[in-house]
């Protein structure tokens, strides 16, 4: 048994931010699957969104944000991620992020699709590299805390594993069941739990997302108790390289604002036909469901990036990780096309947390990609995620502060150890490769880009089914790494198409053949507790009281 005052599950830019600051208040724990170094956040190349230049405001960050939330944007949550963005660039920049500047020493704006200014603050094409490779350094020279590597979040420990459940309503979250890489398992408790595990990429077949991501924060904050929402709005990258060996790797659309230009296997333009105005530069949902239909039409795995209309050491420069990993796969960029194709990218639902990452369960706090702040809606703005998980995790250790929670709670020293007994070595590796195959393939073909009724109907038989088979093994085998994340995405798999299926328009990111259009009366999130559904009215400041009840 483990105690710190604050447990940070995961090592991405939402739970490294927090770690640090965190430290300044107490002892910390930052536990994650695999080394510190990995994450979505590594991955990232675009940037961080803020308002830098003199010429761009506030307002039109927030804006843009809205605008792409397609509705569903929560207005308090987006005003304080673009205001905060300055502040965040600031801080990383005395972490030891060194953004790219200009000639004359003030920060290089990148501009990227949905957004009306330039205003992405990068690190040439690897931002997320060198934020994460500045918070780790940042973290480990850090006595205060103590970092757990190869170490997985398993179950959320609540009241419901006290010995005497007194389940009275509210739910407190006192740590974290912990599998380490000999398969031990070790209670973790805390007074505050930060969950930034990130997002949940590997539920589909084709993803731009790391191994890491299979959803477990969500997952496990699902079971515990907690609201989850908006899970029918997964934005699929419209460009990751393709290559039929099966590797994929985002192809940043700093290229589109770049001037790459999207064409089909017959070499044609096709933007233009979809979105006449804004072409290549529209929002990802628009510019991934265009080259769906082209591949679709064309009956290709594929479709095509040109840059080769630029000047080659131009295209070097701005975009050495592309260059050079298109060049290990035989492609080079400044003289052939790039093989692209859609990939899901960023869960713009997850655990409903309010604008202090606060989640319905007491001391549960979540921040980053595994969290629905609000920021999003029903899209994501490009380059707007890393802001937000650094602005939450900021603002909950406000709220901790200020309120002193640190002070009144307590650490649960009555938890029990992880009761494994009844489970039994399985060696058969064969079930859980099968149902990850199965799920991928599923949710590609009936939830992915576009949506059917029917599709989805067939979906959620499949999946329930396979959810079930997999809770019956789950509660027999000797628990694996490998097992708790096909559990995970089997559970969010389920919920990601019921709640495809609840919602009955098209907005943003989710796309449904039968409902094609917009419809007011859909304005609110879809909120998933307890296995009921609620819809959430945008914007509605007792949501928290809501859902305590
Ligand atoms: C290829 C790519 C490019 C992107 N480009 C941009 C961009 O340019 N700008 C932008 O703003 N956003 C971008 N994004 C999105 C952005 O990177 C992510 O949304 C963001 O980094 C999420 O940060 P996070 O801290 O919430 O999670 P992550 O960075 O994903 O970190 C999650 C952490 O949790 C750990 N973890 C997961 N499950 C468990 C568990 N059960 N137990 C313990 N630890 C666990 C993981 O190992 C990891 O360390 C990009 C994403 C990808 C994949």
New binding site residues.
Partial sequence: MKKYDFIV????????TFAIKAAEMGSVAV????K?F????????????SVIDKEDKTYLHFEDTLKAGAGLCHKNAVKLTAQKGPEMIKLLSEWGVDFDKTKSGSLELGREGGHSKSR?V?VHDY??KAI?EALVNKVRENSNIHIFEN????DLITDHHLPEKTISGSITCYG?Y?LDKNNEITTFLSKITLL????M?KIYLH????A??????VA?AYRAGAAVGNLEFMQF?PTAFYDSSGIR??V?E?IRGFGAILRNNKGEAFMKKYSPELKELSPRDIVARAIDSEMKKEGKPNVFLDITHKNPNLVKEKFPLIYNTCLSYGINITKELIPVVPAA??QCGGVIADLNAATNINNLFA?????MSGVNGANRL????????MVFSLTSLKLIKDKKILNSAKIETSIPDWDDSGTFDEKEWIYISHDKREIHQIMWDYVGIVRKDLRLERACNRLNLINKEIEEFYKKTKITKAL?ELR?ISLLSVLITQSARFRKESRGLHYIIEYPEKNEEWLVDTIKINNRFIKRPINDDGFTSILRK
């Avoid at 990995?38 to 991955?43: A, I, K, L, V």
């Avoid at 921040?367 to 969290?371: D, M």
């Fill in positions: 599950i995961g090592s991405g830019i939402a739970g490294l536990i994650t699957k695999e510190m990995e994450s979505n956040t590594r991955y990232a190349q675009g940037g961080i969104a992405i990068h931002t997320g994460q170490c997985m979040g398993l974290v912990v930034a595990t990130g997002g990429g993803t731009t997302n790391p890491i991501a299979t959803g477990d924060g496990m990258h790797f985002l940043s700093a990218h960023y921040s980053g990609e595994a969290a490009a380059s707007n995620s890393l802001l937000e998980g708790i995970n």
